[in-house]
C-alpha cells in the first residue's frame, strides 16, 4: 500500500507505538490477527472498526491487560516494561463499578502511583497537581463528591484527569466519547488537541466515524485484521470503511 | 464479679472480637470485588481439610489443621475452574456445587471417622466452642499482668491476634495496590501492577482469617463476618479507609453483643439457658446490616 512504501525507517524507530504480529484468541476465536500498527508521532490516531473488530482488545493486549498469543507492541523502540510511565491507559468508562467507596480526587491521585509507590506520602503538592488535572477537564468543583454522583460525562472526563495526572507522553483511551454529553465530548477532545499541541502522542479507539476528520489526523482501520493505516485523507475512504464494515456504512461528505 | 469475668467471659470475648475483625477485613476487599462467595466457599472447604489433617495426625493442632485446610482450598480453586470450564456453568454456580460438595464430604468423613477422643463434630464445626475457651488460671483482674498466669490462656486467642495482627499489616503495606486493583483492575495492570497476585493475595488472607477463626468461633462467624460487617460499613460511608475502619467497628460489635446477648439475652427473657454465642454474634450482624439498610447516610447510591 502506498502509505507504507512512504512510511521511512526514521518514522518507524521514532515511532512511540509500535506492534507487530499482534494475535489475541478468546477462547478459541483470534479476536485481533497478526495486526501491524505504527502509531506516528505526536499524532492523534483514531482507531475504528465494526463491533466486534478487536479495538479495544489490541490496546489491551499491546499494555499486557490481556495475554496476546503471538506478537508484541513495542514503545519508543523499548519493550513494554520500560516503558510504563511514560504511557497513561483510560480504559473504558463501563470496566469499573462506579458504587466504589471513593472520591474524584482520590481517582485522580491514583495517576500519581508510579510516583507514591507503596509508602510516599500523600503531599499537599501531590494533591494540588490532582487539582490541576481536574481543572483542566473542568471538574475543579467536584473533587469531594463520591464518583457514583457524577454523571457519564462526568466520570469520563475524571478518567481522563487521572490519564493527565501520569504525566505521559503516550495516551491510549478507550472509547473516551461513549455515552457522554456534547459539553464532555468537547471538552475532552480541547484536552486531546492540547496534548497533542504539547507534542504528545493520543490513541483512541473511537466508534463514531462522523467525527473522525474532524478530531483525529491518523487512522487505523482494523476488522479482526488492519484494514489501513495512515492520515485521515489517506486512510479513512469508503474503500477502506468497506472492507472493514462490509459496505454497511457511507461517508457523508 | 471480676474472677468470673476475667476467667469465663473475657477470652471467649477477646477471641471473638479478634476472629470478626480478621475475616471483616479482607471482607471489605471480597465485597467490592464482587467475591463475597469466595469467604463462604473457603469457610465450608476447611471442613473436610482439617477432617482428613486429623486423620492423618491423630491430633487437633494448629499446623496440621491450617495445611488440610489450606490443601483443601488449594483443590477447591482447581475443582471450581474445572467445574466451571469443562461443565460450562457460571462462576457463582460452579463455586456454589464445590463448596457445599466438599462440605458434605467432610461432615461425611467426620461421621465415619472415630473423634470420640477429641473435640470435633459437626455441631464444633459449624458453631465452634467458644464458651468453652475459658481460663481457669486467671483469679482476677490481677491476673491480666500475672506471667504465669497468662502463658495458660487458651491458645485460640494468641492465634487470632497474630492472625488479625498479620492480615492488618498486610493490608496497610499493600493498600494501595490493593485499593487500586479493586477499583479498576485494567488500569492497574497497565501500571504494570501483578493484578493476579494481589486478588490471590487478597483470598489467601481471606483463607488464613478462616482456617483460625474456624476453630474457635466456627464456620457461621466467619461466612457471616466476611460479608455482613463490610456491607453495613459501605452503607455508611463513601471512601474505602473510613469504610474499611467502620467495618472493623461493626465486627468487634457483633462479637461483644452477640456474646453478651446469647449469655444473658435469654436469662433476661426468663428462659433458662443461654444460646449458641456463634448463632447470635452473626444474627447480631445481620441485623446490624438490616439497622444500616434502612437508616445508614450512604443508603442511597
Known amino acids: ?253 | 464479679m471480676g474472677f468470673e469475668f476475667v476467667a469465663l467471659s473475657l477470652p471467649p470475648l477477646v477471641i471473638g472480637v479478634f476472629a470478626a475483625m480478621a475475616c471483616a477485613l479482607p471482607g471489605n476487599f471480597l465485597l467490592l470485588r464482587r467475591q463475597a462467595l469466595i469467604g463462604d466457599a473457603i469457610s465450608h472447604v476447611v471442613l473436610p481439610g482439617i477432617v482428613v489433617a486429623f486423620l492423618v495426625t491423630g491430633v487437633i493442632a494448629a499446623i496440621p489443621m491450617m495445611i488440610g485446610a489450606a490443601g483443601a482450598a488449594l483443590i477447591s480453586v482447581l475443582l471450581i475452574e474445572a467445574v466451571r470450564r469443562y461443565g460450562k456453568v457460571e462462576p457463582g454456580a460452579a463455586m456454589g456445587v464445590v463448596f457445599t460438595a466438599m462440605f458434605a464430604a467432610g461432615v461425611l468423613l467426620l461421621e465415619q471417622s472415630d473423634t470420640s477422643s477429641v473435640h470435633l463434630d459437626v455441631e464444633h464445626a459449624l458453631y465452634g466452642n467458644l464458651e468453652s475457651l475459658i481460663w481457669l488460671d486467671a483469679v482476677g483482674w490481677a491476673s491480666l499482668v500475672d506471667w504465669q498466669a497468662l502463658v495458660l490462656l487458651p491458645p485460640e486467642l494468641l492465634r487470632m491476634v497474630i492472625t488479625f495482627a498479620g492480615i492488618a499489616v498486610l493490608t496497610l503495606l499493600f493498600w494501595r495496590p490493593m485499593a487500586l486493583s479493586t477499583f479498576d483492575e485494567g488500569f492497574a495492570r497497565s501500571l504494570g501492577l501483578p493484578t493476579g497476585m494481589i486478588g490471590l493475595g487478597i483470598v489467601a488472607m481471606a483463607a488464613l482469617a478462616a482456617v483460625a477463626a474456624f476453630d474457635a468461633v466456627g464456620s457461621i462467624i466467619v461466612i457471616a463476618m466476611f460479608i455482613c460487617p463490610p456491607a453495613t460499613a459501605r452503607l455508611m460511608t463513601n471512601r474505602l479507609g473510613h469504610q474499611v475502619v467502620w467495618s472493623l467497628f461493626f465486627a468487634a460489635l457483633s462479637a461483644v453483643l452477640g456474646y453478651v446477648l446469647a449469655g444473658y439475652g435469654p436469662l433476661w427473657l426468663g428462659a433458662s439457658d443461654s444460646v449458641s454465642a456463634a448463632g447470635m454474634i452473626a444474627t447480631v450482624s445481620g441485623l446490624l446490616l438490616g439497622g444500616a439498610a434502612l437508616f445508614a447516610p450512604h443508603r442511597q447510591s
Open chain 1, 1 to 253: 500500500m502506498a502509505y507504507e512504501a512512504s512510511m521511512t525507517e526514521a518514522t518507524l524507530a521514532g515511532s512511540p507505538f509500535v506492534v507487530r504480529g499482534l494475535t489475541v484468541a478468546y477462547d478459541a476465536e483470534a479476536v485481533v490477527q497478526d495486526v501491524d500498527m505504527t502509531v506516528s508521532a505526536g499524532s492523534m490516531t483514531a482507531i475504528i472498526g465494526p463491533n466486534g473488530a478487536g479495538k479495544s482488545t489490541l490496546l489491551k493486549a499491546a499494555l499486557g491487560i490481556v495475554r496476546p498469543l503471538a506478537g508484541a507492541a513495542r514503545f519508543w523502540d523499548a519493550p513494554l516494561a520500560q516503558s510504563r510511565r511514560r504511557i497513561a491507559y483510560v480504559p473504558q468508562r463501563a470496566s469499573v463499578d462506579w458504587d466504589f467507596p471513593t472520591r474524584v480526587i482520590d481517582v485522580v491521585l491514583m495517576g500519581l502511583y508510579q510516583e507514591l509507590g507503596l509508602f510516599r506520602r500523600l503531599s499537599a503538592r501531590h494533591k494540588q497537581a490532582a487539582m490541576a488535572c481536574l481543572e483542566r477537564v473542568g471538574m475543579q468543583d467536584f473533587a469531594e463528591r463520591q464518583i457514583g454522583q457524577l454523571s457519564g460525562g462526568q466520570q469520563q472526563r475524571v478518567f481522563l484527569a487521572r490519564a493527565l495526572a501520569q504525566g505521559a507522553d503516550l495516551y491510549l483511551l478507550d472509547e473516551p466519547f461513549a455515552g457522554v454529553d456534547a459539553a464532555t465530548e468537547a471538552a475532552i477532545i480541547a484536552v486531546l488537541k492540547s496534548l497533542r499541541d504539547e507534542g504528545r502522542t493520543v490513541v483512541a479507539v473511537h466508534h463514531d466515524l462522523s467525527t473522525v476528520a474532524q478530531y483525529f489526523d491518523h487512522v487505523f482501520v482494523i476488522n479482526r485484521h488492519r484494514v489501513a493505516e495512515g492520515p485521515v485523507v489517506e486512510a479513512f475512504t469508503q474503500t477502506t470503511l468497506d472492507a472493514a464494515y462490509g459496505g454497511r456504512v457511507r461517508l457523508s461528505d
